[in-house]
């Protein structure tokens, strides 16, 4: 979705081409959210005044650039000339209110002058009345957005002051009164032709972080730092960043601020001034209050530059899925103990143990998540069920909401989000907050809204993920979760023998998941076999019935190919209508209590002439395969709850090559977006 990138320099110089390649580097850094427009406002100096500039673009960012160059090459404009302080700002565009248009891309202009300028992701509600006032006091707009009111009321409040001879409203006053009128979620960053080198970003409900890099840092080692001096105007040179994402930041510095709902920052003259929104309860409309920067401390981001690159491979999705064996060593360090001298195998998950009681005095476990994390819940809930005993239900966000379906005081409810900041999962969990129940996330994003808003929960530590499909999240989640019900479960004498065994075989995981990628050729194999298919059915059962639905969204999602993942106990209630010679059809067939089961379905398909793949325990070939003739896909066998962060792996590989040799985008797949913050 939506992306923002902002650039402050201060009192260390930089040429025009340094800002603009800057910029576009941040841009490039939000592809991977989705985006169909992109646009930046840079400062240009006219007859002693600074006038900001604005270039917006249909497409990728690559048009922007060009478009930029060839028109400071119309215009003459000096790409080396130097400034010792700038404010720059770049947004990607997701449309929602109105088509990808340059007229409906940000920057959103108050006027020609373009005296205030805003990017913003997220969505004003109240914009229609908002409009309307404008345009009766003879604004005209120009986009079909949401946003464009935005700094048009900008313009208003400020001309209003000076109508009345205040000539002293400062940058952040006017921001201040915007927002007192904005309804809606939002994250923005304001620059104006009135209050040059200042930049201003507010959020409520959108992320944004603030990063800071003090340019003497290098005398302090980097090691401590003072989060007062990096946010005070003492003079030193500095570069500030806003962006809504820690991917864009981390090449410049790891001293970030998570901007929270309600606040206003402000960059002026080297400084950070933090302002708080108060809300007064029950009216619209609030107080502010000045923060000292002493109250908000830096935070050191938790992530790599390698992280944010391809390395060796060429996609993203490709490195994602090979980089599982680390990212589930990762999601598992610290939290898994063996040995000592009690000998005892147990799970220590820091964020939850101090809720561990009432998690088990709940009456039910409501998982509550979309896509990917839908099925990496779906993947866990029998192990939470066998260890626990609780209860445990499945819910689809959108469809909680769209139902409004009971959640009680005495249900935990586990919301699981890769990015943390799906909209539909977040208003999910407001809805089971009013409603009192324990909120739980599962969340990969550290400081994303589900983190923060949920009682407690773990954080998930798959690193940062950027191909729009999940891969690696979906595996250390399942990961999680298998810990969490390890945690939850009681240590009683009955299961001790049934959790070592999980506990053993989560040790043992990344290599399994090692050895299981060595199907790469194979699954590529495969894929040249079905590049010309329009269609592929995915059966599971038990464990395995998410692994179905996963490896079929993946396909979907990258290649294009109509796929579904089927329960297989329903194959006789219809989908069974649609097997013949000619549709590919996947069976996951593992050594697990729904083995022989599986067995019955394959022969039942055989029976139809089904074109069978069967994915088995290695070894399980000719077994599988009685009855007819099929392809087999052989993996390792590990424990029954673990075995689905095996059996995705293939089908991870078969739709990251089927999208390759069928010449689709993998990383950014048409119409989609790595977080989904719109409803
Ligand atoms: C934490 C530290 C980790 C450190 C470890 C060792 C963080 C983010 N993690 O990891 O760097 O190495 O202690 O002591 O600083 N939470 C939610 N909702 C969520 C996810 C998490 O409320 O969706 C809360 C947890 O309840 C907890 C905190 O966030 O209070 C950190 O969670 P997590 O990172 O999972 O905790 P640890 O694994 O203990
Ligand atoms: O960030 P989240 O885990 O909340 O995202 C949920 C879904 O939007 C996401 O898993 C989506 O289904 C992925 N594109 C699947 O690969």
Redesign the pocket.
């Given at each position: 979705m939506c992306g923002i990138f902002a650039y402050l320099n201060f009192n260390v110089s930089r040429e025009r081409s340094y800002i603009l390649q800057l910029l576009f580097n941040g841009l490039r850094r939000l592809e991977y959210r989705g985006y169909d427009s992109a646009g930046i406002s840079i400062d240009f100096s006219h007859e002693a005044s600074t006038v900001p500039l604005v270039f917006r673009q249909e497409g990728n960012i690559e048009t922007l650039v060009k478009s930029v160059y060839k028109e400071v090459g119309a215009t003459n404009l000096n790409l080396e000339e130097s400034f010792s302080t700038h404010a720059g700002i770049a947004h990607t565009r997701w449309a929602t209110h109105g088509e990808p248009a340059p007229r409906n891309s940000h920057p959103q202009t108050s006027d020609l002058k373009n005296e205030f300028l805003v990017v913003h992701n997220g969505v004003i509600t109240n914009y229609e009345v908002l409009k309307e006032t404008l345009v009766r006091h003879g604004f005209t707009f120009e986009s079909e957005t949401d946003t464009e009111v935005i700094p048009k009321l900008a313009k208003f409040i400020f001309d209003n002051a000076n109508e009345e001879g205040d000539k002293s409203m400062t940058f952040s006053q006017v921001v201040l009164e915007v927002m007192r009128h904005l309804e809606g979620a939002y994250a923005l960053v304001f620059k104006s032709r009135h209050y040059p080198n200042e930049l201003i970003a507010c959020k409520r409900g959108s992320p944004l972080l603030l990063g800071v890099k003090e340019l003497t840092e290098q005398t302090n080692n980097g090691t401590s730092f003072n989060d007062v001096k990096y946010l005070s105007s003492n003079g030193q040179p500095k570069e500030f960043f806003f962006s809504s994402d820690a991917s864009a930041l981390v090449e410049h510095t790891k001293k970030v601020l998570v901007v929270e709902d309600g606040e206003v920052v402000h960059l002026k003259d080297g400084g950070a001034s933090i302002f708080k929104f108060n809300h007064i309860k029950g009216k619209r409309g609030g107080t502010f209050t000045r923060l000292p920067s002493i109250e908000r401390a830096l935070s050191v981001l938790?992530m790599e530059v390698e992280q944010i690159n391809k390395g060796k491979y060429e996609h993203y999705m490709q490195k994602e899925i090979h980089e599982q064996p680390e990212s589930l060593t990762t999601s598992m360090r610290?939290?898994l103990l063996r040995g000592g001298s009690c000998k005892v195998k147990s799970v220590l998950?820091?964020?939850?143990k101090d809720h561990l009681k009432t998690i088990r005095r709940s009456r039910r476990i409501v998982f509550i998540g979309c896509g990917t994390s839908y099925n990496a819940a779906l993947a866990s809930r029998p192990i939470l069920e066998e260890l626990t005993g609780i209860p445990v239900t499945m819910e689809i966000a959108s469809d909680l909401l769209d139902r409004q379906g009971p959640i009680y005081r005495e249900d935990t409810a586990i919301?699981v989000s890769q990015s943390?900041e799906t909209a539909d999962t977040l208003l999910a969990l407001e809805y089971a907050l009013e409603n009192g129940a324990l909120c739980?996330?599962?969340?990969n994003t550290?400081g994303s809204a589900?983190?923060?808003n949920?009682?407690?929960?773990?954080?998930v530590?798959a690193g940062c993920e950027i191909g729009v499909a999940s891969t690696k999240a979906y595996t250390s989640q399942i990961v999680v979760m298998v810990m969490l019900a390890l945690a939850i479960g009681g240590d009683t004498l009955s299961s001790q023998a049934r959790r070592e065994a999980i506990i053993d075989g989560l040790f043992e995981l990344p290599s399994k998941v090692k050895e299981v990628l060595k199907l790469d050729e194979e699954m590529r194999d495969l894929a040249r076999l079905l590049i010309a298919e329009q269609s592929l059915l995915v059966f599971g059962r038990g464990y395995n019935h998410a692994t179905a639905l996963e490896g079929a969204l993946k396909v979907k999602e990258v290649s294009l190919m109509h796929s579904e993942g089927m329960l297989a106990g329903e194959m006789k209630h219809g989908p069974l209508a649609l097997v013949d010679e000619t549709l590919p059809i996947v069976v996951i067939a593992p050594r697990d209590t729904c083995f022989s089961k599986q067995q019955s379905v394959i022969q039942q398909l055989h029976a139809r002439k089904g074109r069978l793949i069967v994915m088995c325990t290695k070894g399980d070939a000719a077994s599988v395969c009685v009855g007819g003739s099929c392809r087999v896909i052989e993996v390792p066998q590990v424990e029954d709850c673990l075995q689905p962060v095996i059996n995705i792996v293939p089908l991870q590989l078969l739709a990251y090559h089927l999208t390759v040799l069928r010449g689709y985008n993998v990383d950014q797949p048409r119409n989609l977006a790595k977080s989904v913050t719109t409803q």
């Open positions: 938790e610290g939290r998950l820091g964020g939850l919301f943390g739980v996330g599962i969340t550290v589900i983190a923060r949920t009682h407690c929960g773990v954080h530590n």
